[in-house]
């Protein structure tokens, strides 16, 4: 098909033009806009170095909602991998009912995080909430806590209700990871004596490691992209507690209008996030090199 | 086989309560959405069952909290921008799938890398440049947003779809002359219809979901999609929690209504191009 070397092109003009504008080029101007004091709405703005990167690491608001960032990853990795995995190989064995299971856990994945976070709302409110009040009615009152107005517990709250979703998504994931485990290996295995974890340890999750892969990447990414569930919950309060990157960007270059100090802090969420999105990349792009 | 029923038995209960705790906050949305407020006030907790059952909560939040005009708005918007998606990814897809050129794996690669990039990184530019052009607080301009951004996703998924198609239904067309337009819209397009399901499916729940992008790029109350609007009614019925209760189930039936019935595309498809949220 070499002859005709524009058809290619004619094809793309239209998709990468649109890309271009409203995807590649903003990425462009949001890291010259990192070095320049634009304040949104003025015509003119100076060029000032490195003045936004040396403001951010000076900055306690910034520190703190990159610490919060961290919270988040190390639960999601950690805690909602594990949990998602669990519940997948729980739901994958062979019993009635089992697809009924699968779409009731899988039902918040559906929703948007702003309907998530107002259900959560009514969970989590500390006077009449379910949480609390569940607790009291069955005389555990000392584990009732003002979780959204608490800056201790705060960020905690969000995680558990962002995890509502999350720990479903990894389930899929590796619901679907297990299907390509073959059931005669795992048979074999049993045959040859081993016990239900060697099985699991020795057989079934080195299957899953392309699973493993790509459900750590989407939960990195996803822990560091954090922002509806957060701005709807607590605007990142009390006083900047709950906080992470995506809601720091957002309050400072659209409620403070710092845009250039703004545009700095989605640099620094880039940066950390690029490291992971070429893990999935280069996994993604072997993946395919071993079908075509 | 003693042992095999005991840890049947072991996995209903586990898998069951698993159920209940994953349905705990839905039930008490539910609850909270058909109690009157003088229920919710005098009642020790949420969680517990209604006494009565109300449902003109859901009347009064589709009409008193203007819950129809945010729906209305989102079919507005997710509509076009899912067909849009679609359509123009896959001109980008078929280019990528079928023909051998320099720059195919580059551009690829930036469909790719665009998808995974934190859309913080777009939030200015994008805002300024919609003030910039006049379509700043306009069905169109998030339109446009929604279709681009979601270019990449949807370009990578098509692709590699169409890639297992056999090259030899291509390459046959070719050699009998048809043209290039003629075999994307007759031959390829038909062939991957189960991918734009599958693709449409999550588009549609994605772009139904929005919530960051209304936020910066619509202003004006009229043009608010329900995701939107519901927040903007936490601030105008802070009170009246059963209104916002209800709100809140209206916004979230259309999403699981299209994933129950089309369950299996979108786990799928989910699946299969799993990186986003």
Request: one cysteine or more; aromatic letters at 16%.
């Amino acid at each position: 098909m070499k002859s005709k070397t524009w058809v290619p092109y004619a094809f793309l003009a239209l998709p990468l033009t649109m890309y271009a504008i409203w995807v590649i080029f903003p990425i462009f101007q949001t890291f010259v806009l990192s070095f320049t004091n634009w304040d949104g709405v003025s015509p003119k703005f100076d060029l000032i170095g490195f003045e936004n990167y040396k403001r951010l690491f000076s900055d306690p608001y910034f520190k703190l909602s990159l610490n919060n960032n961290v919270k988040w990853l190390l639960a999601f990795v950690f805690g909602n991998i594990p949990l998602g995995l669990g519940i997948a190989l729980l739901l994958d064995q062979k019993f009635k009912g089992d697809r009924i299971y699968k779409t009731l856990v899988f039902l918040p994945m559906t929703l948007s995080f702003v309907v998530i976070g107002q259900i959560w709302s009514w969970m989590l409110e500390p006077r009449y909430g379910a949480i609390n009040s569940f607790f009291r009615a069955i005389g555990l009152s000392t584990f009732a806590k003002p979780w959204l107005s608490d800056p201790k517990i705060v960020t905690y709250a969000l995680i558990a209700a962002a995890s509502w979703r999350q720990i479903a998504y990894a389930m899929v994931l590796f619901l679907a990871g297990l299907k390509n485990v073959p059931r005669e290996l795992v048979e074999a295995a049993y045959v040859d004596g081993a016990n239900k974890w060697e099985r699991f340890w020795y057989v079934i999750l080195p299957m899953l490691r392309p699973a493993t892969i790509i459900a750590v990447t989407v939960n990195v990414i996803d822990s560091l992209r954090a922002f509806d569930i957060v701005y709807v919950l607590t605007r990142g309060g009390p006083f900047y507690s709950s906080s992470v990157l995506a809601n720091y960007m957002y309050i400072q270059s659209f409620h403070n209008y710092n845009m250039g100090y703004g545009a700095s802090i989605a640099v620094i969420q880039f940066l950390i996030t690029f490291g992971f999105i070429l893990v999935y990349l280069l996994t993604a792009l072997r993946r395919e090199e071993s079908t075509v | 086989m003693r042992h095999r029923k005991f840890s049947l038995i072991f996995t209903y209960m586990l898998a069951t309560l698993i159920v209940i705790i994953w349905m705990f906050p839905f039930v008490v949305s539910l609850f909270t959405a058909v109690k009157p407020l003088d229920e919710l006030m005098s009642q020790k907790g949420l969680w517990l069952p209604p006494k009565s059952v109300h449902l003109e909560n859901f009347k009064r939040a589709w009409t008193e909290a203007n819950m129809k005009r945010y729906f209305l708005n989102t079919l507005i918007i997710t509509a076009p921008s899912v067909l849009g998606a679609l359509f123009i990814s896959s001109l980008a897809a078929f280019a990528l799938a079928w023909y051998e050129f320099k720059l195919n794996k580059l551009i690829l690669f930036i469909f790719v890398g665009g998808m995974l990039i934190p859309f913080q990184m777009l939030l200015i530019p994008v805002y300024r440049f919609s003030v910039n052009v006049g379509i700043y607080d306009t069905y169109l301009g998030i339109i446009l947003f929604h279709i681009s951004f979601q270019l990449g996703f949807c370009t990578f998924f098509l692709r590699n779809f169409m890639k297992t198609i056999p090259r030899s239904i291509f390459e046959a067309a070719l050699i009998d002359g048809a043209g290039h337009f003629t075999i994307y819209r007759k031959i390829v397009m038909p062939l991957v219809v189960p991918a734009l399901s599958a693709l449409g499916i999550l588009e549609f729940t994605w772009i139904w979901n929005d919530y960051l992008w209304s936020l910066v790029l619509i202003q004006s109350d009229m043009k608010k999609p329900v995701t939107l609007g519901l927040t903007t009614l936490q601030g105008q019925w802070v009170s009246d929690w059963s209104i916002i209760a209800a709100a809140a189930l209206i916004a979230a039936v259309v999403p699981i209504t299209v994933f129950l019935i089309f369950q299996r595309y979108f786990i799928e498809g989910l699946t299969v191009g799993a990186v986003k949220g």
